[in-house]
């Protein structure tokens, strides 16, 4: 049977669903963003990918079942308070499912649940969220804001475009004015201030060049 694992990995510690489920979705996909352009009419920008969301529909055994998992608690009210104490507490956790692609950190955003035959069996919904962690910058000694780097004056030459980075973050760091936007495009030769690539090198003028 396979297995459903939830590892909670600042405890150390991974649930296994005591019963397989008997289906999952997995959705995944990017932004779109429709305008709407004179002459043309409507047009989309294909943007960063969404978090992908994950549905479970799984059942808590009260009695035992040939099928349940080894060390099935028969508590299914054990399993709801884990599930909704880790929703609550906005716990991050490792969701795997061995010899498929999943294998991601996730949140849970929501678990619904509830009774239908009178075994004392629970059926349950349980929806997860791909979580991705964001790196916040420290304050200087003073508590004035962003690192040295950051204040750094432009015109240093070349930026590296990272996993994430979009132009306008990039010249709201780098200039401080993210309505440079369209002009660092220009400058780079860029035909879409929505479409950079990972890897690709941007050059960063002085600000009196834009």
């Not at 990017?30 to 294909?46: A, R, S």
């Not at 790196?135 to 015109?155: F, P, Y």
């Not at 590296?160 to 979009?166: A, L, P, Y």
Request: glycine letters at 8%; hydrophobic letters at 35%; one cysteine or more.
């Amino acid at each position: 049977m396979r297995k459903f694992i939830f590892k909670d990995t600042a405890k150390e510690t991974e649930t296994i669903l005591p019963v397989t489920p008997p289906s999952f979705q997995v959705s995944h996909g990017i932004n779109i963003e429709t305008i709407n352009i004179h002459t043309l009419g409507e047009v989309i920008l294909p943007g960063y990918e969404t978090l992908s969301t994950i549905k479970i529909d799984c059942m808590f055994p009260a009695k035992k079942y040939p099928f349940n998992q080894p060390g099935t608690n028969l508590d299914p009210y054990v399993y709801i308070e884990k599930f909704t104490k880790w929703c609550d507490r906005h716990t991050i956790l490792n969701f795997v499912i061995p010899k498929t692609a999943v294998n991601e950190p996730v949140v849970i955003s929501d678990i619904s649940y509830g009774e239908k035959d009178g075994t004392g069996d629970v059926y349950a919904t349980i929806n997860l969220r791909k979580y991705k962690k964001i790196s916040v910058a420290r304050t200087d000694k003073t508590g004035n804001g962003l690192r040295g780097a950051e204040k750094a004056a432009v015109g240093k030459g070349n930026y590296i475009i990272k996993n994430g980075d979009t132009l306008w973050a990039i010249c709201r760091k780098h200039y401080g004015d993210a309505s440079l936007v369209s002009k660092l495009a220009a400058y780079n030769d860029i035909k879409n201030v929505n479409l950079i690539y990972t890897g690709n090198t941007l050059t960063l003028p002085d600000k009196s060049l834009l």
